[in-house]
């Protein structure tokens, strides 16, 4: 995709995401790694931001009945004005698979620049589940890596992502950036109060011997989704239906979102789709439902095409909401 599409893209998203981010964040951080094109128009977006609190809480005006739902576990948070809308065993953990790369993605941002230049090993691409496509010996800025993650739920580069940030942080062994890389992950979530999360590995795929690796809870998966906001960026990567990266070798990856939602749905944000056949379907979705009005949506134990169907429902029945 152009460079001056994606710009615009990225600003629809910063717009979108502003007015809503936590105000304690300074403007500093929330630019990090977006370039100085963009900087400047982020911060003033910023410069009125507000959300009063990460707490979630029932919200109180009036709602139609909730639709039904596939999943096992869901949620729907209004940042504006810091309210829950909808809950279905929000504090029941389940598995989330690749939701797990949203962390993944917080960390590497929080612990590398975005343009910092990533290695990718063969132990990389010998990773179990969905690839991007990698070669060993290629070589990504952190930025287009993230993408390829976010986008294709590419495991392969997730696994590089959290070696760079490892042996960047004293790991002298692949083995030993994993490890690093998770006791980070889950020391964000504890920062976070994601109480009832467990972080084994940066890809959410399920371990041998273990059903389920990484657990979590949509209302702790609601708080990470408030912090990461803090990064229009991320969520800008995940806004593309379909885009295209290059490696610094100049070899070209084709991307295709994995989520069916972002071609489909004008007030789509960004979000992250998330399947193993032991934790079902996982989805979040932040979008603006209805246009003005961002919202933040979880879906947990679900199948792999009902948590499109739940998500559907959940976006067309927060329509209806009587905002105050």
């Known amino acids: 995709m152009p460079l001056n599409l994606k710009t615009s893209i990225l600003l629809l998203v910063c717009v979108s995401l502003g007015a809503f981010i936590i105000a304690q964040v300074p ?18 977006v910023l410069a009125g931001a507000h959300l009063a609190t ?30 829950l809308l909808l809950e279905k065993n929000s504090d029941t953990p389940s598995g989330i698979a690749s939701l797990t790369k949203i962390m993944t993605a917080f960390v590497a941002l929080e612990r590398s620049r975005d343009d910092d230049i990533v290695p990718i090993s063969s132990q990389a691409v010998a990773t179990e589940g969905a690839t991007g496509n990698l070669r060993a010996g290629e070589h990504f800025k952190m930025r287009d890596l993230l993408e390829i993650m976010l986008m294709e739920s590419s495991n392969d580069a997730a696994v590089a992502i ?26 964000e979530a504890e920062s976070m109060g994601m109480d009832k999360t467990i972080f084994l590995n940066p890809i959410g795929l399920d371990t041998i011997g273990q059903k389920i690796s990484n657990t979590s809870t949509a209302r702790n998966l609601t708080k990470l989704v408030l912090r990461a906001l803090s990064n229009p960026e991320l969520w800008g990567m995940t806004a593309l239906p ?10 070209r990856h084709p991307l295709e979102n994995s989520n069916a939602l972002a071609s489909e749905i004008p007030e789509f944000i960004g979000g992250k789709t998330g399947f193993t056949d032991h934790a079902g379907g996982a989805l979040v979705v932040v979008a603006e439902a209805p246009i003005g009005k961002l919202k933040i949506f979880v879906v947990l134990g679900s199948t792999y095409t009902g948590r499109f169907a739940d998500m559907r429902a959940l976006l067309k029945w927060t329509k209806t909401l009587i905002h105050p």
């Open 242 to 251: 379909y885009d295209s990266v290059a490696s610094e070798e100049g070899i």
């Open 54 to 83: 990460t707490t979630l809480e029932a919200v109180t005006y009036p709602k139609t009945p909730a639709p039904e739902l596939i999943a096992e576990s869901a949620l729907v948070f209004d940042p504006l004005t810091s309210s």
């Open 162 to 187: 959290a070696e760079y940030v490892g042996r960047k942080n004293g790991a002298e062994s692949f083995e030993e950036s994993q490890r690093m890389f998770v006791t980070l992950m889950n020391q």
């Open 27 to 44: 403007s500093s951080h929330l630019a990090k790694g977006l370039g100085s094109q963009n900087a400047s128009t982020i911060e003033a």
